[in-house]
């Protein structure tokens, strides 16, 4: 996914090639890196100036002030969180083509490399140092999303209001893509080909969505269990005995 927002990749190529980063994307880009180093309270505008070797007027002419530039950072490298994956719980769509429009969505940026670990850098110090932008996240990039993979786990196992077991079956199906956003640090030493090879996100893409769906299937077996008549459940097993 080009990290660039796409109304400026014109104006910043030349004869078909691509130019120096725009002041702009300089200082979104040292913004990015410094907030994730060193927190909100303690990374100054003149900083991020310095690092992005623009002017300090520069921030406020593109972004207006510090905090406006912070809360840029959790929408404009990548998207925010409902844009990534919009329409993946549109009715009309089957199970199978949901769960890969999420996960492509969700991963997609992970092929940006040093900038998605900053990324997930950002979003950790603002959960350990929690700033205006915290409830922010929560509503629009937790929320939302969470509310959307609820209604559509709802549409297919039938499940008329949430319940626990929706909500858990939801957690569990978009925890598989956060936790790869959370272990970029891990893999990078460990596997690394699993983020860094061309096909990275098809592949993971690919297998979240059969294991998503598999998870699927278990809940509503499990549902379909729990409305069995008592008589034709499956008897509970015993422990075996111990040896003496």
Avoid: C
């Avoid at 927002?5 to 040292?30: I, K, N, V």
């Avoid at 410094?34 to 992005?52: D, M, P, V, W």
């Avoid at 699927?216 to 499956?234: G, I, K, Y």
Wanted: hydrophobic share 45%; no cysteine; charged share 20%.
């Amino acid at each position: 996914m080009p990290v660039q927002d796409p109304s400026r990749a014109a104006a910043e190529t030349t004869a078909g090639a691509p130019s120096a980063p725009s002041a702009r994307l300089r200082l979104l880009h040292a913004a990015l890196r410094l907030f994730a180093e060193h927190g909100y309270a303690k990374t100054s505008i003149r900083a991020i100036a310095q690092a992005a070797q623009a002017n300090v007027a520069a921030v406020s002419y593109y972004y207006g002030d510090k905090a406006a530039l912070y809360a840029a950072l959790f929408s404009e490298p990548f998207g925010d969180m409902p844009t990534l994956v919009a329409d993946f719980s549109r009715e009309g769509i089957d199970l199978r083509e949901a769960m890969q429009r999420y996960f492509r969505g969700v991963l997609a940026p992970l092929q940006n490399g040093e900038m998605a670990r900053q990324y997930m850098r950002l979003h950790i110090r603002e959960m350990l140092e929690p700033t205006a932008q915290w409830e922010k996240e929560i509503a629009q990039d937790v929320r939302q999303p969470h509310d959307a993979m609820v209604r559509l786990l709802g549409r297919h196992l039938g499940v008329q209001a949430p319940d626990d077991g929706l909500h858990r079956l939801a957690l569990a199906i978009t925890g598989m893509a956060f936790q790869i956003w959370s272990q970029q640090e891990i893999l990078a030493v460990m596997e690394p080909q699993l983020l860094a090879m061309p096909d990275a996100v098809d592949a993971w893409t690919l297998r979240f969505t059969e294991y998503a769906l598999a998870m699927v299937a278990a809940e509503r077996a499990l549902r379909t269990a729990d409305a069995a008549p008592p008589a034709t459940r499956p008897p509970a097993r015993r422990p075996a005995p111990r040896r003496r």
